[in-house]
């Protein structure tokens, strides 16, 4: 069963999600800290890049199924026009000021 992005329960985590689908750049970027990482299957990527290849660029759409660790855990199925769907988990790191510092994903 998909959670409603509305319902997510951390403010920033609700906002990633909400500006990946809705292919939102500009507020996506405004959610990460500056120096923020990334990592993707346990290897570092080099963000910009990542994130106009994997989200802007292809499409990428986030439908959360489970979240934990007071809401910056997630597990989803995630779908973009380059891999199609495939179920992912997600690890944010948040800062004092409310944005994200790093994220993580890869196949659950």
């Given at each position: 069963?998909?959670?409603?992005?509305?319902?997510?329960s951390?403010?920033?985590v609700?906002?990633?999600v909400?500006?990946?689908?809705?292919?939102?750049?500009?507020?996506f970027?405004s959610?990460?800290?500056?120096?923020?990482?990334?990592a993707?299957?346990?290897?570092?990527?080099?963000?910009?890049d990542?994130?106009?290849?994997e989200?802007?660029?292809?499409?990428g759409?986030?439908?959360?199924?489970?979240e934990?660790?007071?809401?910056?855990?997630?597990?989803?199925?995630?779908?973009?026009d380059?891999?199609?769907?495939?179920?992912?988990?997600?690890?944010?790191?948040v800062g004092?000021?409310?944005r994200i510092?790093?994220?993580?994903?890869?196949?659950?």
């Amino acid at each position: 069963m998909t959670i409603q992005t509305s319902r997510l329960s951390d403010p920033a985590v609700r906002a990633f999600v909400t500006a990946v689908n809705d292919h939102d750049r500009d507020a996506f970027m405004s959610l990460l800290a500056p120096g923020a990482t990334m990592a993707d299957d346990g290897t570092d990527r080099d963000l910009a890049d990542w994130i106009d290849r994997e989200i802007f660029t292809s499409h990428g759409h986030l439908e959360v199924d489970n979240e934990s660790n007071r809401g910056r855990d997630l597990v989803a199925s995630y779908r973009n026009d380059t891999y199609g769907e495939m179920r992912t988990r997600w690890h944010f790191e948040v800062g004092d000021d409310g944005r994200i510092s790093r994220f993580e994903t890869g196949q659950a």
